[in-house]
């Protein structure tokens, strides 16, 4: 019983986040023959404010570019 766990940035459309969901569904089927009722899959979607690397916020990196 596979459980995906995904964080994002937010920002991607619903038809986007579907078909990652779709995407990771079939990952898991062919990689481990999960059954896809039994697999769940979690998306979090990060404020950009919430998530940096290199300790520079996604929000600040844009900002900067702009």
Do not use: C, F, Y
Request: a negative charge.
């Amino acid at each position: 019983m596979p459980l995906i766990e995904v964080s994002i940035a937010r920002g991607r459309s619903p038809e986007q986040l579907r078909s990652l969901i779709d995407e990771l569904h079939h990952a898991a089927e062919k990689a481990v023959g999960a059954v896809p009722e039994n697999t769940t899959v979690i998306i979090r979607e990060i404020e950009h404010e919430h998530w940096s690397r290199g300790n520079q916020t996604i929000a600040e990196r844009n900002a900067a570019a702009q």
